[in-house]
């Protein structure tokens, strides 16, 4: 079974950063496409970026784009979303999710989830 936890959340002014990590309980992580997804108060999950297997392939949300990085560090099982000029409306809570194991793309839609992380909280207030 694979599990994966979040750590890194917390409460940042306008403008600041925070760097989110996921890691995986197994070496499975490996072999699987990771997304980042997040759902603020009353709104739906929405997708954020995403990393293929092998790395080759990232895909940001418009909403972030330019401002937030994914990364992987395989050695770690871990993957990361590093957060800069963070905006009131980036609060949410944040889910790292592994898809299907040995898809060679990325995936966007909660649909294709495997498994999800427990969500952590970012919070950005002036």
């Known amino acids: 079974q694979l599990s994966l936890v979040e750590s890194g959340g917390g409460t940042v002014q306008p403008g600041g950063s925070l760097r989110l990590s996921c890691q995986a309980s197994l070496r499975t992580f490996a072999n699987r496409p990771m997304t980042w997804f997040r759902q603020a108060p009353g709104k739906e999950r929405e997708f954020v970026a995403a990393?293929?297997?092998?790395?080759?392939?990232?895909l940001y949300a418009d909403s972030v784009k330019g401002r937030f990085t994914i990364s992987t560090d395989n050695a770690k099982n871990t993957v990361y979303l590093q957060m800069n000029s963070l905006k009131v409306g980036d609060t949410a809570v944040y889910f790292c999710a592994a898809g299907p194991r040995n898809l060679g793309g990325i995936f966007t839609r909660a649909i294709d989830v495997d498994y999800w992380g427990q969500g952590t909280q970012v919070t950005v207030s002036s």
């Open positions: 990393v293929s297997r092998s790395g080759s392939s990232i």
